[in-house]
């Protein structure tokens, strides 16, 4: 009786980890995800960055 009684109390605390474990993944994901659609550069066609740009003039 008391090993099932642990069980049951160890497999909820388990749960309840994995449970949090993936929300705090999926969250970081989703912060991940619109930090790089920010960072997007539909100029840059040969993926070297801004090096050979002229600079804009305002």
Not at 5 to 24: A, D
Not at 41 to 48: M, S, T
């Amino acid at each position: 009786m008391n090993n099932k009684i642990m069980f049951i109390v160890g497999s909820v605390i388990f749960v309840i980890y994995v449970y949090f474990l993936l929300s705090i993944i999926r969250k970081q994901h989703k912060i991940q995800r619109a930090e790089n659609t920010k960072s997007y550069d539909a100029n840059d066609l040969d993926g070297i960055g801004n090096q050979g740009r002229f600079p804009t003039k305002e």
